[in-house]
């Protein structure tokens, strides 16, 4: 398959959906991640041949042999990404092209066949496009969209897989954090980091993820919702959460978040609050910024809100940061005022309730 001929999938339907009625009782309350859609995209890779046999098919598990690469050479990547429901009933994505570019960045820097951007594009409609009606209509719902791809040639050696499998499903969500979470608590991570320089910290890759796993359950044991990191080489400048940007805001109004250096993923939602903070008359800087600075500014009022921003939780206020060392609470511990007018902005243009001004929708039907 290639750019030209992206659009054609063979659709095989599922011979057995879910009910009507379940689906319906199911979308009431779907929670985050765990209901899944009744179909699947495929497309494989062979080394000679490249991609072929598109398919949208049911969903059902992968057969793989016990040597298959991802399985220990974790070559692996994914994206993030939702439909909406719009006002008028169709539904519609959100800078899918931003998301069929960082997916093919992500797959040259773990040496992976790149995938043509349209295909993935393509691929994304047309599942929604199946499956529209698992789009949920709920206020802060949204179809989740999980395009991924794996290592599939059977080798037991440290090499780039000849063979991949390119997949993409969907998973009917509700929030992100239960209760909506007003203001969460950060576990300033000391014992680890997420990326160094010259790593995998730009790539949206699951060993990325596995690695915040352990700080993350120290955050919990420590009461906190969630882990911040700080950089692996002075362990004092801010990164990013487990799987989220950060944001700062001042009391001149103004913003700050670190600057993408290679260590950071390149958040699609932390570049279209960028372009909506500057719409809005704000002054954004990407700068770096120390945990010490962080929790002076704090203390002294200087700093007035942050917030972590991702696809999946959009725009969470964070209310207080702990840790070995450090300790503060960031205004009155609440949500502030600018994070929750971006996060209007934002959510107002991908339901279709306010103008697009930048192209950022890509209508579906």
């Known amino acids: ?40 995209v495929t497309v494989r890779y062979s080394e000679g041949r490249g991609w072929h046999d598109g398919r949208i098919e049911a969903r059902k ?78 206020d802060g719902s949204a179809l989740y969209l999980r395009p991924f791809m794996i290592a599939t040639e059977v080798l037991l050696g440290v090499k780039p897989s000849a063979d991949y499998i390119y997949c993409v499903i969907a998973s009917s969500v509700g929030s992100y954090f239960k209760g909506g979470a007003p203001a969460v608590t950060l576990w300033i991570s000391e014992n680890y980091t997420r990326a160094a320089p010259g790593g995998t910290g730009e790539a949206k890759c699951g060993g990325n993820y596995a690695a915040s796993l352990a700080a993350q359950a120290e955050a919990t044991r420590e009461g906190c919702e969630q882990v911040i990191f700080l950089d692996a080489v002075e362990r004092r400048f801010v990164e990013e959460l487990g799987g989220m940007n950060v944001f700062f805001v001042f009391n001149d109004g103004s913003l700050q978040t ?45 700093l007035t809100e942050a917030f972590a921003c991702g696809t999946a939780a959009v725009v969470t206020p964070i209310g207080k940061v702990k840790g070995r060392k ?12 600018i994070a929750g007018k971006l996060k209007a902005a934002l959510l107002n243009i991908q339901n279709g309730r306010a103008p697009d001004p930048h192209g950022w929708v890509d209508r579906l039907f």
Do not use: C
């Open 1 to 40: 398959m290639t750019e030209s001929d992206a659009k054609t999938f063979l659709f095989e339907k599922n011979p057995f959906p879910t009910a009507v009625s379940d689906r319906e009782a199911i979308l009431q309350n779907p929670g985050f991640g765990r209901v899944f859609t009744d179909h699947m």
């Open 61 to 138: 598990a992968f057969e793989l042999d016990p040597a298959t690469v991802v399985f220990h050479y974790a070559q692996e990547i994914f994206e993030g990404m939702k439909a909406y429901r719009l006002p008028d009933g169709g539904a519609a994505l959100f800078r899918p092209d931003a998301n069929a570019r960082r997916f093919r960045n992500s797959a040259l820097r773990l040496a992976m066949a790149p995938l043509p951007e349209q295909l993935f594009v393509e691929s994304v409609r047309e599942l929604v496009r199946v499956d529209r009606d698992w789009i949920p209509t709920a």
């Open 258 to 302: 670190p600057p993408l250096t290679g260590t950071i993923l390149p958040g699609i939602t932390r570049d279209s609050l960028i372009t909506l903070a500057r719409d809005m008359g704000l002054a954004v800087r990407e700068e770096p910024y120390a945990i010490e600075q962080w929790e002076v500014d704090a203390q002294s009022g200087r």
């Open 326 to 337: 450090h300790g503060f609470t960031i205004g009155d511990g609440g949500a502030g005022p």
